[in-house]
């Protein structure tokens, strides 16, 4: 299970994953997306970045996108649990 502490962990030990979470993002946007799934971006970013990104720090990425960009609060697609 994911916790914040692990996300916050693995967050300041790679860098670069947000960067390309951001770009991501930039780049949906400046495509006129008003919606879109954090666990697509972020499987987008390991792609481009050909690293294996736990899925589950998805929302945690969201959610920091989100404090960083209140302008764009309902960007991202909330989560639904099975």
Request: charged share 20%; with cysteine; net charge negative.
């Amino acid at each position: 299970m994911i916790t914040t502490t692990n996300f916050e962990t693995y967050d300041a030990a790679h860098p670069l994953i947000w960067e390309s979470f951001c770009s991501v993002v930039a780049e949906y946007r400046a495509g006129g997306f008003e919606r879109w799934s954090a666990e697509t971006v972020l499987h987008n970013v390991r792609r481009q970045a050909r690293t294996d990104v736990n899925i589950g720090y998805a929302p945690y990425y969201a959610s920091k996108w989100t404090e960083q960009h209140p302008e764009a609060r309902s960007f991202f697609e909330p989560q639904t649990s099975a």
